[in-house]
């Protein structure tokens, strides 16, 4: 079946501008997860969905970060007045969902987002 | 959520076996252990998991020992193409319905040919 995508693959912005960067997960996960990975390193968590509602952002660094998921299986991740530091590959992976120990995350390709 | 600690880079010839340790020495009564391999410009992907002893899969075999403070990633028979990185994730088992894990900088397995 299909697995987690996300779009766009690459994304080039600049400096002060809004993007939004979509994930579809595989149907039927009721869990979503999006992370933030740069170069070197590990993908850092950001935001968990369950269902239609973010259980946990904790990991959003600011207020210029937002998630919605409004129907409870396409996520949009927002960001708004971009800097260079959010420079990165944002991940977003889906899981099962139920609390299951063996809930797997299955990652999409990610998004690369470049700000200049 | 338990830190894990992993050698940054490992270098093997085609063919060979490769084991990839990973401490966790706080690791909790409830937490499983979990391999993920990410290949560049690609989201990670599941290896397996573990909660003590041993567990095998068709791509690798981890071991666990009884203390549970360390695991051990079993790839067999390495091929170029299992040049990745490799994570190990400590994270709760049914706590609040979901697992938040945490991803360390990963192993860097270099398979030379």
């Known amino acids: 079946g299909a697995g987690v995508s996300q779009t766009p693959s690459n994304k080039v912005t600049e400096k002060g501008k809004y993007v939004e960067l979509r994930c579809d997960p595989i149907?039927?996960?009721?869990?979503l997860y999006w992370y933030r990975q740069s170069l070197g390193q590990g993908p850092e968590f950001l935001i968990y969905?369950?269902?239609?509602?973010?259980?946990?952002d904790s990991g959003l660094p600011n207020d210029r970060f937002f998630a919605v998921r409004p129907e409870g299986s396409v996520s949009t991740l927002k960001i708004q007045r971009t800097e260079r530091g959010d420079s990165a590959m944002y991940l977003c992976?889906?899981?099962?969902?139920?609390?299951?120990?063996?809930?797997?995350?299955?990652f999409g390709p990610g998004t690369r987002l470049t700000v200049l | 959520l338990a830190k894990t600690t992993q050698p940054i880079s490992m270098d093997s010839y085609e063919g060979q076996e490769v084991n990839i340790t990973c401490s966790h020495n706080?690791?909790?009564?409830?937490?499983?252990i979990t391999w993920y391999q990410q290949f560049p410009s690609q989201g990670p992907r599941f290896i397996i998991q573990?909660?003590?002893t041993k567990v095998t899969n068709e791509v690798a075999s981890l071991f666990i020992p009884a203390d549970r403070k360390s695991s051990t990633l079993s790839l067999p028979r390495v091929s170029l193409s299992d040049t990745a990185v490799y994570y190990c994730l400590v994270g709760p088992g049914n706590s609040g319905g979901y697992q938040k894990v945490t991803f360390g900088t990963g192993t860097k397995l270099q398979v030379i040919p």
């Open positions: 573990g909660y003590k």
């Open positions: 969905f369950q269902g239609t509602g973010a259980a946990d």
């Open positions: 149907s039927g996960h009721t869990a």
């Open positions: 706080n690791i909790a009564t409830n937490d499983y």
């Open positions: 992976a889906s899981s099962l969902g139920g609390g299951a120990h063996t809930d797997t995350q299955y």
